[in-house]
Every structure is written in C-alpha cells, then in structure tokens.
C-alpha cells in the first residue's frame, strides 16, 4: 500500500520568505507528527495530531511555525518569514493510533528545505 | 539537552560479523525505545522495538536489548550484511502519564558501513 508521501521533495527559498509543506500520511493513520533534521542533528519533534484533539505544538521552534490538518488527512507545515536555520529536512510521520507504544511511526521521504 | 544519545557517529564491520549499536537515554521516564534505519534521502524506516518491561527483543538478524538500570540500550545485527549499510537512528518515548507519549525523542545516529 501507498506510505506517507510529502512535497515537495526540496525547496530552495529566500530568507524572508513563507513556505508551505504538504504530507499525506498513510490511509486510515489517525496519528500525524512533523520532525525536523538539521545537519548533523537528530530528528526534532515539532508538532503532533491525533483525531480531532487539541494537536500537541510543544515543539515548535518560534511562532513563525504552524500547522494545521484538514479533514484529519493531510497536513501542511507552514514556516513564516524563514531564516536560515530553519534549513533541515522536514519529515511527516503517520501512524495509526495516536502514541500507542506499541505502534511505530511510519515516515515520509522528507522534504529538505534550503534557506539561502 | 540530549536525552537520547549514540556517542559513536559511525561504525565499520565486515560482512558476516556483529555490529553492535549504543545508545544512552537520561530519562527514566522513557517506558519504550525503538530503532529506525536510514537510507540516503529516504524518510527512517522502523525496525524493531523494546517495551521498558522487557530486556530483550529479537526480529531475525536483529536484537535490541534494554538494560535499565544503567538507562542504556543496544541493537545488534548478526550477520551483517553490506544491506545493512545505512544511519540508525535509536528513539524512545514516555507513558502517557509523562510530556513525552506523543513524540519519539532521537539521538543523533550511528552510520553503520558493512564492507565486504
């Protein structure tokens, strides 16, 4: 079956600039987490979905992050007048029952982000 | 403040041998550790998983074990095959009574290379 897919795959920006990044989880996932990696770095939970609950923002860096879920599918990243250390590979996660321990998280291909 | 650590950020083992990765938490409120692999501009890839209650978890080729009490857990692969070349990735996450049953906290990575 098809697995999380995120786009686009590489963004290059301006610094100063918005950017929008789309991930579609796995059909059926009710659970949706966005990471990001900078260089060198471990993944960095930023944000979490589950259902219709309240999402879990504890790990957004600034309030120039969001991001929202539609319809309890898709979800997109929105990162407000980047700066350049907002470059790293973003990474959408599904899974299928919200921090069930004895589910895992299914990845995205990720989709790096270049702020010149 | 680094609460999942894998201090070696590579590693090197011949075809056929063990690889053994480490990794060290701070957290004890950490109930369940997970290992992911990465290929080069591919999103992680889960591989095996350990509850807190257990202290050995075996899937094929692959064992993660968990020691407790000195908060370190370790996966081994036997035999290392040149497939197994790629960034491993340890993770682990809390109850829900504890911030931390949403999100999985990684450490940096450990780059196996499996030579022939």
């Known amino acids: 079956g098809a697995g999380v897919s995120q786009s686009p795959s590489n963004k290059v920006t301006e610094k100063g600039k918005d950017v929008e990044l789309r991930c579609d989880p796995i059909?059926?996932?009710?659970?949706l987490y966005w990471y990001r990696q900078s260089l060198g770095q471990g993944l960095e939970f930023l944000i979490y979905?589950?259902?219709?609950?309240?999402?879990?923002k504890s790990g957004l860096p600034s309030d120039r992050f969001s991001a929202e879920r539609t319809g309890g599918s898709v979800s997109t990243l929105t990162i407000q007048r980047t700066q350049q250390e907002d470059s790293a590979v973003y990474l959408c996660?599904?899974?299928?029952?919200?921090?069930?321990?004895?589910?895992?998280?299914?990845f995205g291909p990720g989709t790096r982000l270049t702020v010149l | 403040d680094q609460q999942v650590k894998q201090n070696s950020p590579s590693l090197s083992v011949q075809e056929g041998r063990i690889s053994i990765l480490n990794c060290d938490y701070t957290?004890?409120?950490?109930?369940?550790f997970l290992w992911y692999k990465k290929y080069p501009a591919e999103g992680p890839t889960f591989l095996i998983s350990?509850?807190?209650?257990?202290d050995k978890n075996e899937d094929g080729r692959f064992t993660v074990f968990l020691n407790k009490s000195a908060k370190h857990l370790s996966l081994h692969i036997v035999p290392s095959q040149p497939g197994d070349s790629a960034v491993y990735f340890c993770?682990?996450?809390?109850?829900?009574?504890?911030?931390?049953?949403?999100?999985?906290?990684f450490g940096t990575g450990t780059r196996l290379q499996v030579t022939l």
């Open positions: 996660a599904s899974g299928s029952s919200g921090g069930a321990a004895h589910l895992p998280q299914y």
């Open positions: 059909s059926g996932h009710t659970a």
């Open positions: 979905f589950q259902g219709n609950s309240a999402p879990d």
């Open positions: 957290n004890s409120m950490f109930d369940y």
């Open positions: 350990i509850s807190s209650i257990k």
């Open positions: 993770a682990a996450k809390g109850g829900w009574n504890t911030g931390t049953a949403s999100k999985l906290t």
